[in-house]
């Protein structure tokens, strides 16, 4: 069922009553500017289901419409509460357009929005999160390595080898990262997939899987950040 | 932010770094890593096969001040325990000692998860199944 979300729940026009989908900035049928509704989510803003592969173009045009509709400018002339609507609806179309552009933002949100939690809060006793438990022996080795070569440093030294070993191990993060960026692609097409056959079961899952996925994608560009501070300085 | 006296003291002077020879039988190994801060800890016990008492302890921690404090801590306080003694050992107790704010509360979860992880290491290359007593001499199997 696509746009269930955003049928299931209707608001209608405060001018005309017609009936509109959550969220809908305008009204299709007068073109009256709306309140942002509280469960106006940055999908719905963009009349979109709860999707992953968006194509990004149409969402560009869909952005640079709205924003234009929604001028504040073209509302100085109107009452107050539209003139306050406009720029409700305007700032919530700018966060909703930047949190959707990018593939990995719009998936971290999605994730937020659908009740799972990216981040383990610090301070969350007991709660923490494990690192990718199979790269744990390869980041040890890795900060023995940093540890080494800021050592080494601090000494006035250089080991030629072991910068070769860091510039090896940094390849080989790197190449981490595309294997992940890979999965986390086919977890999108599997998601929408998911979507579409209004599969919660299988959604569930799947968010399982991104939440790890985006952890371990956070966790190597981390490493790799690292290494190329201690590489560089 | 300011740290606590002794997060500094065992900051300054970590007790028991360095490593035990992990391919020994008594020797159980524990890495563990926080995604929040991409700190990684490994704490290492040898244990007395005949008493259960772990009589030795050793950590590498590449962390914080307070990730550092809590490993150092942790293998102290496991040293002279028996294995069991040392798996009640809770990270609040870490959070106690070391009088850590709440922001760093992951790094001696960090710690109790090495001890943790240690001690299941070692249970399972000596035929202990997790979560069973071993104050007992073990049945052979
Ligand atoms: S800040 Fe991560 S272990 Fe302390
Ligand atoms: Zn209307």
Not at chain 1, 70 to 75: A, Q
Not at chain 1, 131 to 155: G, H, I, S, T
Request: a negative charge.
């Amino acid at each position: 069922m696509p746009d269930q979300e955003t049928e299931s729940v209707a608001a209608s026009c405060w001018s005309c009553g017609a009936s509109l989908g959550t969220g809908s900035p305008i009204c299709s049928s007068c073109g009256k500017v709306q309140a942002t509704s509280a469960d106006a989510d940055y999908f719905a803003v963009f009349e979109l289901s709860r999707k992953l592969n968006i194509d990004t173009k149409a969402l560009e045009r869909g952005f640079y419409k709205l924003s234009r509709k929604l001028h504040p400018d073209l509302y100085a002339q109107a009452p107050v509460q539209e003139q306050q609507w406009s720029l409700d609806q305007s700032s919530l179309l700018n966060d909703a357009y930047r949190a959707l552009k990018d593939p990995v933002r719009r998936t971290e949100y999605l994730l937020t929005l659908e009740g799972m939690k990216l981040e383990p809060e610090k301070g969350d006793a007991g709660k923490a999160a494990r690192a990718p438990a199979d790269l744990l022996e390869e980041v040890f080795e890795l900060n023995m390595q940093l540890e080494e070569m800021r050592m080494n440093r601090k000494m006035g030294e250089d080991d030629p080898q072991l910068r070769q070993d860091l510039v090896n191990a940094k390849d080989q993060f790197e190449g981490q990262l595309r294997d992940n960026d890979i999965q986390i692609q086919n977890l999108w097409a599997a998601w929408d997939t998911a979507v579409d056959a209004g599969d919660p079961s299988q959604q569930d899952q799947l968010k399982t899987q991104m939440v790890a996925s985006l952890d371990r994608r956070r966790y190597i560009r981390n490493l790799v950040r690292d290494v190329n501070e201690t590489l560089e300085s | 932010m300011a740290y606590s006296d002794k997060v500094i003291d065992h900051y300054n002077n970590p007790r028991n770094v360095g490593q035990l020879d992990k391919s020994s039988q008594e020797v159980g190994t524990g890495l563990v890593g926080a995604p929040e801060c991409g700190d990684v800890m490994r704490l290492q016990i040898k244990v007395n096969p005949e008493t259960q008492v772990i009589e030795e302890a050793k950590f590498k921690t590449f962390g914080c001040g307070s990730a550092i404090a809590s490993s150092s801590l942790a293998t102290e306080w496991v040293k002279g325990k028996t294995v069991d003694e040392a798996l009640d050992i809770k990270n609040t107790d870490i959070v106690k000692e070391l009088a850590l704010p709440p922001v760093k509360i992951h790094c001696s979860v960090l710690a109790e998860d090495a001890i943790r992880a240690a001690i299941g290491d070692w249970k399972k290359k000596n035929g202990v199944a997790e979560g069973e007593a071993v104050a007992q001499p073990v049945a052979a199997h």
